[in-house]
Nanobody, 127 residues
Framework: QVQLVESGGGLVQPGGSLRLSCAAS????????IGWFRQAPGKEREGVSC????????YYRDAVKGRFTISRDNAKNTVYLQMNTLRPEDTAVYYC????????????????????WGKGTLVTVSS
């Protein structure tokens, strides 16, 4: 079975850093585009970042550009999201997902392009 498992979430202070991991089984991640999405309470799930399967091109929503970095480790079949200079507005459940391509809508990764989803990991940014 295809399974994506996120980890690395937790409580951090504003300005702190966190690295999220997305470990895959049942599929080879380097054959897919991988996106990170997040959902805050009462809000829509929004695209955070995406990395392409071919050229490895990366995409970020404006709110996280310069602070977050998406990367892939094919040997470990794992994708990461390094999050720096965290803000309270970054508080959300973060999900990883895979699809054929990174598709952007209004400059943001689209959830509609993703086929498989993890169950999420909670990131709380608070002093």
């Amino acid at each position: 079975q295809v399974q994506l498992v996120e980890s690395g979430g937790g409580l951090v202070q504003p300005g702190g850093s966190l690295r999220l991991s997305c470990a895959a089984s049942g599929l080879t991640l380097d054959h897919y585009a991988i996106g990170w999405f997040r959902q805050a309470p009462g809000k829509e799930r929004e695209g955070v970042s995406c990395i392409g399967s071919g050229d490895g091109r990366t995409y970020y929503r404006d709110a996280v550009k310069g602070r977050f970095t998406i990367s892939r480790d094919n040997a470990k079949n794992t994708v990461y999201l390094q999050m720096n200079t965290l803000r309270p507005e970054d508080t959300a459940v973060y999900y990883c997902a895979t699809g054929q391509f990174c598709v952007l809508v209004d400059g943001n990764p689209s959830r509609d392009s993703m086929r498989y989803w993890g169950k999420g990991t909670l990131v709380t940014v608070s002093s």
